[in-house]
């Protein structure tokens, strides 16, 4: 398993990157040739995501409205609808081979949630699932129910692209332009602001990657 960061990168560029390392593995397999399982962090500057079944009215602002608060919109090909990547946010691409790893693609989200949970849970901040709803949640099952961590992924021949994006020290605000991932109901946040502290990017980095490695 080989652990990289690529830092900040527009997300255009780190998509491009993700789909020839996920064509890569596919491509070795098939010609029985040796392949590397990766896990990828990086963050990105403003941008908003749609799912191939995401709708677009989940979008509530205008194109003109976008340039102005510097973000830009990619309709990509991961499940789940539209979500938000930013500064202050730890994004993460695993792109692995889930037969190496004796799972299907329910138990991988599980173990990749999990791993968010336990990340959480370091700083003190007590998380877990909803039924029927990918992702990380906080106050479950009460009006204040609300995510920290959004989850998406495509796979193809038991091959893995895209992931997670938790929010750490997050501007919460460029949420208030969509419906995060369909929902009109639920609300969004961050580690800052469950703690009332600026935490370390770096130190949620190394502990997100420990907990994927332990569990994987």
Request: charged content about 25%; aromatic content about 8%; proline content about 3%.
């Amino acid at each position: 398993m080989k652990i990289e960061d690529w830092k900040h990168i527009t997300y255009s560029e780190a998509w491009e990157r993700q789909t020839e390392l996920f064509n890569s593995i596919i491509k070795a397999r098939s010609e029985g040739q040796p392949y590397e399982n990766r896990i990828i962090f990086c963050t990105h500057p403003h941008v908003y995501t749609i799912g191939k079944h995401g709708k677009q009215e989940n979008m509530l602002i205008s194109d003109e409205m976008l340039s102005r608060i510097g973000a830009e919109v990619f309709r990509i090909d991961r499940g789940g609808d539209i979500t938000y990547h930013g500064p202050g946010q730890q994004v993460c691409y695993p792109i692995l081979c889930l037969e190496d790893f004796k799972l299907g693609l329910k138990g991988y989200l599980h173990q990749l949630e999990e791993a968010v949970i336990r990340t959480c849970s370091h700083y003190g901040i007590k998380s877990g699932r909803v039924d029927g709803a990918t992702g990380v949640w906080i106050d479950i099952g009460t009006p204040r129910e609300r995510k920290i961590c959004a989850m998406g992924v495509r796979s193809s021949h038991f091959v893995t692209m895209h992931g997670l994006a938790l929010n750490v020290n997050t501007d919460l605000g460029y949420f208030d332009y969509i419906n995060p991932c369909g929902f009109t109901n639920k609300g969004v946040t961050s580690i800052e602001k469950e703690t009332g502290v600026q935490v370390s990017m770096d130190e949620v980095r190394q502990i997100l990657a420990e907990e994927l490695l332990k569990l994987l």
